[in-house]
């Protein structure tokens, strides 16, 4: 059995990790808080061309025809730029969706157009009070009882939500089933929107690890610069400790993603507990990397010039979607049979 990553694995990892360096510093990702889209123009693009779109497409449809596997350490360098487009509403939730559960012409005509990024996914369950990229996007993927349906924009009536972190551009919907956009209904609706939601829950994971890691890199870097007294303050024995607790966070949480991520990908019997396992721990990380990165950061930390605020409120976004951790945990319980 194969317990690391591929060579072509870590490098398709490399290879986005430059494009998001190079497409998406900062500065992008701050203009993607004011500008029309809440996303980096052209970005969208150059990730479509390089495949990572349409990753989860099949081959025929004009996708990589990869998994789970493949697309967790992308989606953790998305949440480690604080990159603002929709990889996972489109990449990890709207094509699995599609490539699975779409049937009849509807999805057949989709999906080459999702896999090419020529046409953007959002994603609304029942689960979930508002839509994520629901105005910007072309089509919406909404549920309604046990059926899932692929309604064009101009169908919906999306109203503005606020959102702490002002690139994710929240949205209610309002819109009326029709035969003409049911993609699946019945017992495989039910199927496909618990589907939906793990592979959701798994890429909001995998977010939170990338945004953590980032956090704590940043983090390092101030306290080794920044001086008191004449010392720098990451010499203290306790600004030590707090960091050091996220480091150990971080490193649980991880690895917990990629055994969900290889859940996922093989329709493994537990992947619900290992995808709420990995939800938890993920979003517990994030939460106590971004109370330590603060505090460590002192005033300066809570101003929203100061590039921290970016990652602190993708990290608090991300790990209260998709479920936070509590509720995670109880689903866990449930799994094993265990009072909630």
Not at 25 to 38: E, I, L
Not at 185 to 191: A, T
Request: with cysteine; charged share 20%.
């Amino acid at each position: 059995m194969q317990f690391a990553f591929t060579e072509d694995q870590r490098l398709f990892q490399e290879t986005v990790r430059e494009i998001l360096t190079n497409e998406c510093p900062p500065g992008a990702v701050r203009d993607s808080w004011t500008n029309d889209t809440g996303r980096v123009p052209g970005l969208w693009r150059l990730l479509a061309d390089t495949g990572v779109v349409g990753l989860t497409a099949p081959e025929e449809a004009g996708g990589l025809g990869m998994s789970e596997i493949d697309l967790v350490l992308l989606l953790e360098e998305f949440g480690r730029a604080a990159a603002p487009e929709p990889l996972l509403e489109h990449t990890a939730v709207g094509i699995p969706l599609l490539r699975d559960h779409g049937h009849g012409a509807l999805a057949v005509e989709l999906l080459p157009q999702a896999a090419a990024g020529d046409v953007v996914l959002a994603v609304g369950l029942a689960s979930q009070r508002f839509v994520l990229g629901g105005a910007q996007a072309d089509v919406l993927l909404l549920q309604h009882g046990d059926e899932l349906h692929a309604v064009p924009r101009a169908a919906v009536t999306c109203t503005p939500q606020t959102a702490v972190d002002q690139s994710r551009r929240l949205v209610s919907v309002e819109w009326t089933p029709s035969p003409d956009t049911l993609l699946v209904g019945g017992v495989e609706g039910r199927q496909a929107a618990e589907d939906a939601f793990d592979r959701g829950a798994l890429a909001a994971a995998a977010q939170c690890v990338g945004v953590a890691q980032q956090l704590l890199d940043l983090t390092v870097a101030y306290v080794a610069e920044r001086e008191q007294f004449g010392r720098p303050v990451g010499v203290h024995q306790a600004v030590k400790h707090h960091l050091a607790d996220v480091a150990i966070a971080v490193e649980f949480a991880r690895p917990m993603v990629y055994v969900a991520a290889w859940s996922a990908a093989t329709a493994a019997p537990h992947v619900r507990r290992e995808v709420s396992t990995a939800k938890a721990l993920a979003s517990d990380c994030v939460d106590l990397a971004a109370r330590a990165a603060l505090q460590c950061h002192g005033a300066i930390g809570y101003t929203i010039e100061y590039d921290l605020q970016l990652w602190l409120k993708r990290g608090w976004a991300l790990a209260s979607s998709w479920g936070d951790a509590a509720w995670h945990r109880r689903r866990v319980a449930e799994e094993l049979g265990l009072p909630a």
